[in-house]
């Protein structure tokens, strides 16, 4: 990754989310990198998925996810061998959508409570 995509996030904002916000968030990236995996655009995926890693990093940069730092290590691993690598892990788009699905429902119904 050459330039800080978000650089308001970056700036403190992002500490301001819940863990369920910022998962949400790394969610977006990664379904816009499997739409234009899907639409054969390559670079565009590859712009989404740093986006991701960007997000995601900030997300495990986050003091208040410190108890959550063995599962988001393994959640970039994974993604970057789904993405990048050789997916030895075997995951598919499909089991990525779902994993970051939860994510997008309990940050929209935390916000309504």
């Not at 790394?26 to 890693?53: C, H, M, Q, T």
Request: hydrophobic content about 40%; overall charge neutral.
């Amino acid at each position: 990754m050459e330039e800080i995509q978000h650089k308001n996030l970056a700036g403190g904002e992002w500490l301001k989310l819940s863990f369920f916000e910022q998962m949400a968030n790394v969610g977006s990236e990664v379904e816009r990198s499997i739409i234009w995996k899907d639409k054969n655009n390559r670079e565009y995926s590859r712009i989404a998925f740093e986006r991701a890693l960007e997000l995601l990093d900030l997300t495990i940069a986050d003091p208040k996810n410190k108890k959550r730092l063995k599962e988001l290590l393994r959640v970039r691993e994974c993604l970057a061998d789904h993405f990048v690598f050789e997916n030895e892990y075997a995951s598919t788009d499909k089991n990525w959508q779902n994993y970051f699905f939860v994510f997008n429902w309990a940050a929209r119904t935390r916000n309504k409570m």
